[in-house]
C-alpha cells in the first residue's frame, strides 16, 4: 500500500530564505507526482505536476524534483515570501488514477 | 477560481438529517472525484466517476452516497451521519486518462474550495 510522508510538518522561516520541502513514497511505481498549496479553510491548488518520466519542474521561484528510484521528492522555493505561507501537500498518482496525498508541510514566512 | 465549484461551503446538520454536497465543474473535464479531509489526517479519496460511472469506492460507508448525472455535476448524499463525519469535503475533477484513446495519467487534477462539514 502506497503511503506518503511529509517532512517536516512544520516549517517557519524569516522572508527572504531559501527552503526545501520533502516528499518520500513508499512505492515507486507511480505514474506521476504533484505539488499542491492549499490555504486554510480553502481547496487544493496544484503548482507543480511531475510526470514520472522527468526528474524536476520549475515554475517561478518554485523548483520540483523526482527521484522515483529512492522514492522522494523534493520542492524546492527560493526567496521566500510571506505570501508563501500555506500548507503544501505531496501527492502521488498511483496504477488506478488516484492520487494519494502526505499529511502535508504547513510553512509560515514571517515579514 | 479554479472552475470547480462546490455548495454549500458550510453545513450544520443534526445525525438524522440528510442533505446533499453539489460540486460542478465546467472544464470540459470527465473524470470527478470526492475526497475527505479531516484534521491531522492526509486527504482521503472517497469516490472517483470516470465518464460518469463510478469506477472506485474507497470503503466508504453507506451513509455517503455520491450520484454523478453527467460529466458536469457530482453530488455527494448525506443521511444518518456521525460526529466524525465531521470535515472539509473536497470535490476535484481531471480529463480521463483514457481521453483520446491514450493512457495518460498526467493531467492536472483541480481541486474545489471544499464544503466544511459539521455534524452535530
Known amino acids: 500500500k502506497q503511503e506518503v510522508t511529509q517532512i517536516p510538518a512544520a516549517l517557519s522561516v524569516p522572508e527572504g530564505e531559501n527552503l526545501v520541502l520533502n516528499c518520500s513514497f513508499t512505492d515507486s511505481a507511480i505514474y506521476n507526482l504533484q505539488w499542491f498549496r492549499q490555504d486554510p479553510g480553502k481547496g487544493l491548488t496544484s503548482l507543480l505536476l511531475?510526470?514520472?518520466?522527468?526528474r524536476e519542474q520549475t515554475s517561478g521561484r518554485l523548483n520540483a524534483s523526482l527521484d522515483k528510484s529512492s522514492g522522494r521528492s523534493t520542492l524546492y522555493i527560493a526567496a521566500s515570501q510571506p505570501g508563501d505561507s500555506a500548507t503544501y501537500l505531496c501527492?502521488?498518482?498511483?496504477?488506478?488514477?488516484?492520487?494519494?496525498f502526505g499529511k502535508g508541510t504547513k510553512l509560515s514566512v514571517k515579514p | 477560481e479554479t472552475g470547480v465549484t462546490q455548495t454549500p461551503r458550510h453545513l450544520v446538520m443534526g445525525m438524522t438529517n440528510k442533505k446533499s454536497l453539489k460540486c460542478e465543474q465546467h472544464?470540459?473535464?470527465?473524470?470527478m472525484y470526492w475526497y475527505k479531509q479531516s484534521a491531522k489526517k492526509p486527504l482521503e479519496l472517497m469516490f472517483v466517476?470516470?465518464?460518469?460511472?463510478?469506477?472506485e469506492n474507497n470503503s466508504v460507508p453507506s451513509r455517503f452516497s455520491p450520484e454523478c448525472p453527467n460529466s458536469s455535476h457530482l453530488f455527494l448524499h448525506l443521511h444518518t451521519l456521525q460526529p466524525e463525519d465531521s470535515a472539509l469535503y473536497l470535490c476535484a475533477s481531471s480529463l480521463h486518462p483514457k481521453t483520446g484513446g491514450l493512457l495518460k495519467w498526467g493531467n492536472t487534477i483541480y481541486f474545489g474550495e471544499g464544503s466544511w462539514l459539521t455534524v452535530v
Open positions: 466517476y470516470s465518464l460518469e460511472e463510478r469506477v
Open positions: 501527492a502521488v498518482m498511483g496504477s488506478q488514477g488516484n492520487l494519494i
Open positions: 511531475i510526470q514520472s518520466s522527468q
Open positions: 472544464l470540459g473535464h470527465n473524470a
